[in-house]
């Protein structure tokens, strides 16, 4: 198994450069650069002088191999640079939004196990009765609605009619992260209830299931010991890939209700030009996502011996 996970993450080397060189290549060609944005942002008059001299500042008038190859060595020595706009060091900034997202991220998997596993299960003991249509039919509507349309009920039935939650984000408090992570919570339950609900029907049409109850074994306990072991398999490949995707921030989620996490850091940055700032966000999510998948893949193994990963020995 060490084998294996060294080779995974010898992986994440080339994967992280292409991803950076392409991501950089990409805000290149959208035709400006921070000057111009703040110039843009605070329609003052300047002449090119003293734009040109704000870009060479900035090595912003350097060719792009030669930027992207300034920002790459400083990365090796271990620093992630300045962002051009706040002047501050990326790496400190970046740290500094990550508690919003850890909490966002911890609080909307929990929402989605306590709201998607239950109803999954439900839906499919009660497998073309009325109570799974009824749950199917909520996951159809909750999977059909953009997140930024949910937000913008909750915010008006929570915030503004009931008054129990604040509009936007007053800090990383829990009463701050409830909407936000309702809104996720509802949109990611509405998917996976409906997969869970398929994992379970397929262990509880296999042959074991129906011995267990010729020998007079409780449904619950078979569900319990059985069925839902052998289909742990599917529901952590979900939850594991939903942390990746909340862990890189949420951007509409989180710009809408001001949340100040890593996902709005993202789009301010983008919005901005800052490629310093942009540049550690997108290596944040390519070591989340190879690290999600390292994880998923390990867990396999352990929820059920008899998968194998790829280099172990048989």
């Not at 294996?4 to 290549?25: D, E, H």
């Not at 540049?279 to 994880?295: D, E, G, K, P, T």
Request: glycine share 6%; charged share 15%.
């Amino acid at each position: 198994m060490k084998r294996y996970v060294m080779k995974r993450l010898l992986q994440l080397i080339p994967i992280l450069l292409a991803i950076t060189f392409l991501s950089y290549g990409m805000m290149r060609m959208a035709g400006s650069d921070v000057v111009e944005q703040k110039m843009e942002n605070t329609n003052a008059s300047v002449s090119q002088d003293v734009i040109d001299a704000a870009r060479a500042e900035l090595g912003l008038d350097q060719p792009f191999l030669v930027q992207y190859g300034v920002w790459l060595s400083r990365l090796l020595r271990g620093d992630m640079g300045t962002s051009y706009v706040s002047r501050k060091p990326v790496f400190s900034t970046f740290v500094g939004k990550l508690p919003a997202t850890l909490l966002l991220t911890v609080v909307s998997i929990l929402l989605t196990i306590l709201v998607s596993i239950p109803l999954g299960i439900l839906a499919a003991v009660k497998q073309n009765k009325v109570t799974d249509y009824i749950v199917r039919c909520f996951s159809f509507i909750g999977n059909s609605l953009p997140n930024f349309f949910v937000s913008l009920l909750l915010m008006y039935l929570f915030s503004i009619r009931l008054g129990w939650f604040p509009v936007i984000s007053q800090g990383i408090t829990m009463k701050s992260v409830a909407l936000p992570a309702m809104t996720l919570a509802i949109a990611m339950s509405s998917k996976y209830l409906r997969q869970v609900r398929a994992a379970i029907l397929d262990e509880l049409s296999k042959d074991y299931v129906t011995g267990a109850r010729a020998r007079g074994v409780r449904f619950s306990v078979t569900m319990l010991r059985s069925v839902l072991k052998a289909s742990l398999v599917t529901i952590v490949t979900l939850l594991t890939l939903s942390i990746g995707s909340l862990l890189g921030g949420t951007a509409i989620v989180e710009s809408i209700f001001m949340w100040d996490g890593v996902g709005k850091l993202a789009v301010d940055a983008i919005n901005m030009r800052d490629y310093p700032m942009i540049q550690a966000y997108v290596m944040w999510m390519a070591i989340i996502y190879v690290f999600v998948n390292l994880v998923t893949d390990l867990s396999y193994h352990c929820l059920d011996p008899r998968i194998r990963l790829g280099g172990m020995e048989p």
